[in-house]
């Protein structure tokens, strides 16, 4: 979780100087179109920084959380991999699944972008996709230790892997589209909002990979202090 | 299975023991289940579903949730 929150820093960073922009603008365009937002509860300043900082960090804080229970559980089980390299390839996992999965499908719009009439509809279908993402990465792996035996690690992680590209194709073909994008939304800011958006959740991925890695080799290297703590290391 | 018994010399480094699921299940439950109300306040309270009425909490978080993925509005 505290790797989260770190990571969570760096993302905030990313999303403020890369995010910030694209989000001014698309609410310029927004406000242009005379549409009527009403008394303002919380001011854009407060938005743009309080309010980013809360949101970033507490994704930071709660992916971070369930990251490290998933690399705690992947440490010995993934092969013989150290702590850290161990730490890299979960975090480079967690992208795929619970971001590039759904990105693929339904990335991320600016504000003025989306029809709020269907809010409800597009939310269900984005947590179906991170999901998706996890539950088809689940399945590739566990297909993929099964295979081994017959094919050879190569092959069943190549199976494995064909298998969870085929898998979230058939995902993207089937489920519905959205496409609420307001005529005259100008296409260059929505790709550079994307991209930032990619952004963020490289800089977080990859920055919580790094220091949870770090820690963790840390903490499980011989001679540090309070290691494994477990002395059972014959079990399983 | 005897190689989970870390042997760290310079040129291998540490291979890690498994950690017992045991040892994890009651973390995993506990923090999955918080982070997963954290997550769900950040990416889809007073969006989709609202737990508390208003906007406050749609507001606050608006840019995270725009720059994070999550649908908005």
């Known amino acids: 979780m505290l790797a989260g929150l770190g990571a969570g820093v760096f993302a905030l960073l990313v999303a403020f100087f890369l995010g910030e922009p694209g989000v001014e603008d698309a609410i310029a365009f927004e406000e242009a179109g005379a549409h009527e937002h009403g008394a303002e509860l919380v001011s854009r300043t407060a938005q743009s920084t309080g309010g980013l900082a809360t949101g970033v960090l507490a994704f930071g804080v709660a992916f971070g959380g369930i990251a490290a229970l998933v690399c705690c559980f992947a440490l010995g089980r993934a092969g013989r991999f150290a702590p850290r390299t161990t730490a890299l390839l979960v975090s480079g996992a967690a992208l795929l699944c619970v971001y590039l999965v759904p990105f693929l499908k339904y990335p991320a719009n600016p504000p003025a972008v989306g029809d709020p009439g269907t809010i409800g509809k597009r939310t269900a279908l984005y947590f179906l996709m991170m999901l998706l993402g996890v539950v088809l990465a689940v399945a590739a792996v566990l297909c993929g230790r099964r295979l081994v035996p017959r094919l050879g690690t190569w092959y069943a992680t190549v199976a494995a892997g064909a298998f969870f590209v085929l898998a979230v194709g058939l995902a993207c073909a089937f489920l519905p589209a959205v496409d609420e994008v307001p005529e005259g939304f100008p296409a260059d800011l929505l790709w550079r909002f994307r991209v930032a958006a990619l952004a963020i959740q490289l800089t977080f991925w990859t920055a919580f990979g790094l220091l949870f890695g770090e820690a963790a080799q840390r903490l499980l290297s011989p001679g540090a202090r309070g290691a494994p703590g477990d002395p059972s290391p014959a079990v399983r | ?73």
């Open chain 2, 1 to 73: 299975m005897t190689q989970h018994v870390a042997q760290p010399t310079a040129t291998t480094p540490v291979v890690p023991t498994r950690l017992p699921v045991r040892a994890i299940a009651p973390w995993a439950a506990f923090a999955g289940v918080l982070m997963l109300i954290l997550l769900y306040f950040v990416g889809a309270e007073q969006g989709a579903t609202s737990v508390f009425s208003g906007t406050g909490v749609h507001e606050w978080v608006h840019d995270a949730r725009h720059l994070l993925g999550f649908p908005c509005h």
